[in-house]
């Protein structure tokens, strides 16, 4: 098993590094570099056209400090081949991955964040992709909408990943060069300036990370060493990669030396992994352990966070180390999703057949977390997640949408589309209610049209593959086997697939405004929530399939009262539920509603002595407040 890894300063004859591996610029006129090349007796960098050797440190590292300065361009020979190949470790590709690496001073860009006390309000995630966040598709251009997401209520964005990768568009999971921000969105120091802009305007900015595998397009590591993959595990996204094995120290420090690098050198404040459950490790600390003990270490006493996708939903990956966990603040409920979309599209197949989409499933949600926590899972034919009753609420992300969940189904429509608009409103003020960590994905905030497709920008015979590929994954949900769907769909590789989701903001739209106001009220109204001692104390009740309660307990008896009706319109005021009774010497007032006028609702309904009207496909808010004293 791999001993634990911790960074440490490499120490050459000028200067000492900030990373064990790349190139780094070391003075006017020099870089140091240094390369893992295991697999071969001599390495040599070719820097602006001249080949200089590295000097062999005996562990299959290679070194040396060479004439150059940034912008060089540079690659490495391998022993007698010709081929000049992209650094492992590169800190851009100007030109793609299969071009050459250039040399970036990151001391170059003058920070204006140095007041950021990093991200310690609470969480409201934003996943963004910048391709398609703006027609521009770029970071300078999304950075121009950051003032509009902090003005809503946005407190942290997800930016989709942005490890270069091959062509002119994709989702970017298929990424090659982890150190080196895609040339599609710019060059580094347009990603740190959009972090300094977040920064300024209170946004903290966490990056989507994948570690669990490389894409197969622009994947040269296999020329350095073969020891960068292990043929142990059975990876879905190919070849797994070697954290565990022989040799694999390097590989973790490839992968360690990553999650410093955004840390330290574009002041990110934590990370999303990308399919945990494929990162296959049996080391003593596991390695999406050691990311989340390496992200804090890197960040010093700034607060970063660090979650995780994670499709069995496994307790260990939140629960402190202390008690054997892997110390993450939260892992992405897929249950939460499966059961809201169940209820507002009816999909009853594939992944959400275990749902009912009803009332006692999002009570479960509020209290636990997740729905499985180890029993039996009809889909997948055996138990489904591990027990985690004793976790904290916060140590979930709950959504209605995300890049996935879109793209997975009814050929990439968003629920604006395929949803009742009160049922919508309702589960989208239950979303930001609820005390798990909130996240809505880029257009939502307005009602968004546009579809999200999965695009990727391969060349033949993979173009071909993955397009086979995603129409058989696709082919789980029986209606979408209809040959017409994917007739008039268009391929993964043809930019229509990718232009398409561009969003596109209309400020003159009555309906994207009406949601707009609905995302600012209610996220206003989700600072607001009451608190008992300084904590949010929630208790609730699923009085039926289609009536949720929840109760927040406030100092003082100002608790507020949630009423979310999946049916009919119906009176509540004789329920035989205690949570329902306000508190003494007080009665209930309507706070807040789903249906209200401003939102595109019907209007709301006034409560009255005996008569406490909860209207169908709502959520209504009501607070506790004193019972007037009658005039004389």
């Known amino acids: 098993m791999a001993e634990s890894l911790r960074l440490t300063p490499v120490v050459t004859t000028s200067a000492p590094r900030r990373l064990p591996i790349g190139a780094e610029r070391i003075g006017p006129s020099s870089i140091h570099v240094r390369?893992?090349?295991?697999?071969?007796?001599?390495?040599?960098?070719?820097?602006?056209?001249?080949?200089?050797?590295?000097?062999?440190?005996?562990?299959?590292?290679?070194?040396?400090?060479?004439?150059?300065?940034?912008?060089?361009?540079?690659?490495?020979?391998?022993?007698?081949?010709?081929?000049?190949?992209?650094?492992?470790?590169?800190?851009?590709?100007?030109?793609?991955?299969?071009?050459?690496?250039?040399?970036?001073?990151?001391?170059?860009?003058?920070?204006?964040?140095?007041?950021?006390p990093g991200l310690i309000r609470e969480p409201?995630?934003?996943?963004?992709?910048?391709?398609?966040?703006?027609?521009?598709?770029?970071?300078?251009?999304?950075?121009?909408?950051?003032?509009?997401?902090?003005?809503?209520?946005i407190t942290a964005v997800q930016l989709m990943p942005l490890a270069e990768f091959p062509g002119t568009f994709g989702w970017g999971y298929d990424g090659v060069g982890l150190f080196a921000p895609s040339h599609l969105y710019g060059r580094p120091d347009d990603?740190?300036?959009?972090?300094?802009?977040?920064?300024e305007v209170g946004i903290g900015v966490i990056l989507d990370v994948v570690y669990n595998h490389v894409g197969p397009d622009g994947n040269y590591l296999r020329a350095f060493s073969r020891d960068y993959f292990t043929d142990?595990?059975?990876?879905?996204?190919?070849?797994?990669?070697?954290?565990?094995?022989?040799?694999?120290?390097?590989?973790?420090?490839?992968?360690?030396?990553?999650?410093?690098?955004?840390?330290?050198?574009?002041?990110?404040?934590?990370?999303?992994?990308?399919?945990?459950?494929?990162?296959?490790?049996?080391?003593?600390?596991?390695?999406?352990?050691a990311i989340a003990r390496t992200a804090r270490e890197a960040a010093g006493p700034r607060p970063v966070i660090v979650t995780a996708e994670n499709e069995p939903q496994h307790a260990k990956l939140v629960q402190p180390v202390s008690a054997g966990g892997y110390g993450l603040d939260a892992i992405y409920n897929e249950d939460f999703h499966h059961s809201t979309r169940m209820a507002l599209v009816g999909t009853h197949e594939a992944y959400f057949t275990d749902y009912r989409g009803v009332a006692s499933e999002w009570l479960a949600c509020a209290r636990w977390g997740?729905?499985?926590?180890?029993?039996?899972?009809?889909?997948?034919?055996?138990?489904?997640?591990?027990?985690?009753?004793?976790?904290?609420?916060?140590?979930?992300v709950h959504f209605l949408e995300n890049h996935d969940q879109v793209a997975n189904t009814d050929r990439g429509r968003r629920l604006v589309d395929?949803?009742?608009?009160?049922?919508?409103?309702?589960?989208?003020?239950?979303?930001?209610?609820?005390?798990?960590?909130?996240?809505?994905?880029?257009?939502?905030?307005?009602?968004s049209?546009?579809?999200?497709l999965y695009f990727a920008d391969h060349e033949s015979p993979l173009r071909e593959d993955v397009a086979r590929g995603r129409r058989t994954f696709l082919e789980q949900f029986v209606r979408l086997r209809d040959q017409a769907i994917h007739d008039g769909q268009p391929l993964p590789h043809e930019s229509s697939s990718w232009r398409q989701c561009q969003l596109v903001r209309d400020p003159e739209?009555?309906?994207?405004?009406?949601?707009?106001?609905?995302?600012?009220?209610?996220?206003?109204?989700?600072?607001?929530?009451?608190?008992?001692?300084?904590?949010?104390?929630?208790?609730?009740?699923?009085?039926?399939?289609?009536?949720?309660?929840?109760?927040?307990?406030?100092?003082?008896?100002?608790?507020?009262?949630?009423?979310?009706?999946?049916?009919?319109?119906?009176?509540?005021?004789?329920?035989?539920?205690?949570?329902?009774?306000?508190?003494?010497?007080?009665?209930?007032?309507?706070?807040?509603?789903?249906?209200?006028?401003?939102?595109?609702?019907?209007?709301?309904?006034?409560?009255s002595n005996g008569h406490w009207p909860v209207p169908g496909h709502a959520l209504i808010v009501l607070r506790a407040a004193p019972i007037e004293e009658p005039t004389a």
């Open 232 to 289: 142990r595990y059975d990876n879905e996204w190919g070849d797994a990669l070697n954290f565990d094995g022989p040799r694999c120290g390097p590989v973790r420090e490839w992968v360690l030396s990553n999650v410093a690098y955004w840390v330290q050198e574009f002041h990110v404040d934590g990370f999303r992994l990308d399919a945990t459950q494929q990162i296959f490790d049996a080391s003593e600390e596991h390695l999406v352990a």
């Open 509 to 607: 739209d009555p309906q994207q405004a009406a949601w707009l106001a609905l995302h600012h009220d209610l996220l206003q109204l989700r600072r607001d929530r009451p608190r008992t001692a300084g904590s949010h104390l929630l208790d609730g009740a699923a009085a039926d399939a289609t009536l949720l309660l929840l109760r927040y307990f406030g100092d003082d008896d100002t608790d507020w009262l949630i009423l979310l009706n999946a049916g009919a319109d119906r009176d509540v005021a004789p329920l035989s539920e205690p949570l329902i009774a306000p508190p003494a010497e007080r009665t209930w007032l309507p706070h807040w509603s789903s249906e209200a006028y401003v939102y595109g609702g019907q209007g709301e309904m006034a409560w």
């Open 191 to 199: 990603v740190r300036r959009f972090v300094d802009h977040a920064h």
């Open 449 to 452: 049209r546009r579809p999200f």
């Open 370 to 396: 997740v729905l499985f926590q180890g029993q039996h899972y009809s889909w997948q034919k055996q138990p489904r997640g591990t027990p985690g009753l004793r976790l904290p609420r916060t140590t979930c």
């Open 124 to 153: 409201i995630l934003y996943e963004l992709h910048v391709g398609t966040f703006t027609e521009d598709g770029t970071c300078a251009a999304a950075m121009a909408h950051l003032d509009q997401l902090a003005t809503l209520g």
């Open 418 to 447: 395929l949803a009742r608009p009160a049922d919508l409103r309702a589960l989208t003020a239950l979303l930001l209610l609820l005390p798990a960590t909130p996240m809505l994905f880029q257009g939502q905030e307005f009602g």
């Open 35 to 116: 390369v893992w090349a295991p697999d071969h007796p001599t390495v040599r960098v070719q820097i602006d056209d001249v080949a200089w050797p590295l000097e062999p440190e005996g562990n299959g590292y290679f070194a040396a400090e060479v004439p150059g300065r940034a912008g060089s361009r540079y690659g490495f020979l391998l022993g007698a081949d010709t081929k000049v190949y992209p650094d492992p470790a590169s800190r851009f590709q100007p030109d793609g991955p299969h071009g050459l690496s250039e040399v970036i001073d990151p001391t170059a860009y003058e920070w204006r964040d140095t007041d950021w």
